[in-house]
């Protein structure tokens, strides 16, 4: 079955600069690749995905590049704001209809 | 367009009793999961669901057994609580399988002592 690591497991930044989180997948057929954010007490909710035809996606200050040869894909955020602080899921398709998770990456943005 | 919402919130159990949680969601989404959440193991799948009256093993399912007799509805059961239980809970929705975005509930948070 599918596995996915995820790196870093904490990342701390100053507001204002880029943070990057990287993970990687075991299965090569695998094609759709989300992002999910998770603040606090909160439920977890997407905030970009990409799909295997592209290699990169971007949503203002999010992006995300996806390298299917080398099987890893990394979320990318600039300009980072004190409300970028939550944890981070990557995910990737596993047997079935279902995903699978990467361990998340706790990012605080310090001010 | 309440979404996805699981009952309850929080629970406390004694090892060895049982309980239901709940999860409906309006959105008409055919596949259902039940997810499970510990410090940092991210989400475990525990169980999954591709229509009404389908159920499907996840990577983590011993211990819990689940029922999707409505559409809307998906119900994770623990017939015999174990400490190991301990955790917070997610259901999620989706349109497209695996393909599309998943959509949580707010989660349910399980203390078995």
């Known amino acids: 079955g599918e596995n996915v690591e995820q790196h870093p497991s904490t990342l701390s930044v100053q507001e204002g600069d880029s943070a990057v989180i990287k993970c990687t997948y075991s299965?090569?057929?695998?094609?759709?690749f989300p992002w999910y954010k998770q603040e606090l007490g909160k439920r977890p909710q997407l905030i970009i995905d990409?799909?295997?035809?592209?290699g990169e996606k971007k949503d203002q200050r999010i992006a995300v590049t996806l390298n299917k040869t080398a099987k890893h894909f990394s979320l990318h955020i600039t300009e980072t704001q004190p409300e970028d602080s939550a944890v981070y899921f990557c995910?990737?398709?596993?047997?079935?209809?279902?995903?699978?998770f990467g361990p998340g990456t706790r990012l605080s943005v310090l001010p | 367009n309440a979404g996805v919402t699981q009952t309850p919130k929080f629970r406390v159990l004694k090892t060895g009793q049982s309980m239901t949680l709940l999860c409906a969601q309006d959105?008409?989404?055919?596949?259902m999961y039940w997810y499970r959440q510990d410090p940092g193991m991210g989400l475990r799948l525990i169980h999954y669901s591709v229509g009404e009256g389908t159920t499907a093993k996840g990577e983590v399912p011993d211990g819990y057994n689940v029922s999707r007799l409505k559409k809307q509805n998906f119900l994770l059961g623990l017939e015999s609580a174990a400490p190991s239980q301990t955790s917070v809970y997610f259901c999620a929705s989706s349109y497209r399988g695996i393909g599309g975005e998943l959509f949580f509930g707010e989660g349910s948070r399980l203390t078995v002592l």
């Open positions: 299965d090569s057929a695998s094609n759709y």
């Open positions: 990409i799909r295997s035809n592209v």
């Open positions: 995910a990737a398709p596993g047997y079935g209809q279902n995903f699978v």
């Open positions: 959105m008409n989404h055919e596949y």
